[in-house]
């Protein structure tokens, strides 16, 4: 069984730009080299070309002008104060999977946080993740502790940038989004004050980090979430529908998941031609799926295994890549789809773009639209829009991706999920943050007034 991405057939990898980009002024770096920690990596250096590589080899041309891999806060710290001091670019990076590598900043300065990657799972259930974890790292450190969290599918993916945009994954209409479980948030602020933000203390900044987007407010250096014990049994399914079955699958689908118990999570990924690949995940045993999958009035052939929670994890992460070129959108749907045919048919004679239809609502709308910065409470599916570049001009790519989310935004509603940032989308603001967005440009102001997180899609 593959994870939704793993249907998304992955194919090629941009060109690397050979030219060698500027080189930095002598001792331009040398007061951050001397202050840091961890290492500090410019044009030139053993391991640069590879640590600079954003994870969308499309934007493998960006050639930042130092990479600070950072050991502990205070290293954080000493680069925000070299960022405001010669007025450079500056971007955190966690696992690198910003879509238009924005935490890779062309001739600014990378705020790596890899090597803060430490999982301590505690006693009483909290689990302390360092901001430079991937999933991987936490699924395994949970796992031994049989203890979960509600976390994405893909185990490159930081933790950071999951938390910071809201957390969507396969088990989110049973344990709600990755951010709904975060308890405390350690934090290095614009003016270099090390805080730790909670309900209690900085409250406006902690509801800020939950679903406000990567890269805004501070950097995160690490995350405090509360754990639930793993599920004895859960069952995972696939069904596959042949091409041009697409309007049919979508227009059962919607509705039935839709009224779905919170145990049932599920995945759509439509090809081009029509076919259709139902995927996803119920917590407890096989007859109670089973029931459900009556309901959705489809015929097909059903594979599904009980397993425990390591195994299903296994399953719904499986497929991905280290690295590739692709273009992605997104539209979120408020709504019931007034026609399931109208969207299908939008991917009709495309050549890349794939729809991965995540079911949202269930334990999501346990939190209402203003409780978290996360404003999609309430609705009922995510669309991302997913085109793989391959060999196909990248132009080409962009256009199809762009007009597919376009008819979305007519079809099924204007949301937008902040995590699948989109360069060419004009409403990126207004759909991705909707009525949280006032406040979040207040607590940019307050925490960030000088504007030194700055990048095309920042909160301002």
Known sequence: MLSRRGLLRWAGAAAVAGHPGPRPRPGRWDRLRERLAGELLVPGDTGYDTARL??????????????????????????????????????????????????????????????????????????????????????????????????????????????????????????????????????????????????????????????????????????????????EVLTVFRLRFPAGAAADVLGAWEPWIADAPEHVSSTCVVL??????????????????????????LSGPLEHAEVDHPTATSVMTAGHPPRNAFRASSRIADRAWPDAAAVADTLRGRDAVVLVVGALGGAIDRLGPTDTAYPHRGARTSVEVFGTVGDLPAEHVTREVDEVQSALARLIGVGTYVNYLDPEQEDWARTAYRHNLRRLRSVARRYDPDRVLRFPRSVR
């Open 272 to 297: 081009p031609d029509g076919a259709v690949d139902v995927t996803g995940c119920s917590v407890g045993p096989a007859g109670p799926l089973r029931a459900e999958l009556a309901r959705l009035g």
């Open 54 to 231: 954003p994870f969308n080899s499309l934007f493998d041309h960006h050639r930042p002008a130092a990479i600070a891999r950072c050991a502990r806060a205070d290293d954080v710290r000493y680069c925000l104060d070299e960022a405001r001091r010669s007025d450079v670019r500056v971007a955190a990076r966690g696992g690198g999977h910003s879509y238009a590598a924005y935490s890779t900043p062309h001739d600014g300065l990378v705020v790596d946080l890899a090597p803060m990657n430490g999982v301590d799972v505690r006693a009483d259930g909290t689990v302390l993740v360092g901001a430079g974890a991937r999933l991987r790292d936490v699924y395994a450190a949970l796992a031994a502790a049989g203890r979960c969290l509600p976390l994405g599918n893909c185990p490159s993916v930081g933790i950071a940038g999951l938390t910071l945009g809201g957390g969507l994954g396969w088990s989110q209409r049973t344990y709600g989004l990755t951010c709904d479980s975060l308890r405390a948030a350690r934090v290095v602020t614009v003016d270099g004050r090390l805080v730790t933000a909670s309900a209690e203390r900085d409250a406006d900044l902690f509801w800020a980090l939950r679903g406000g987007g990567g890269g805004n407010f501070g950097v995160v250096t690490a995350f405090e979430f509360a754990t639930a014990p793993v599920p």
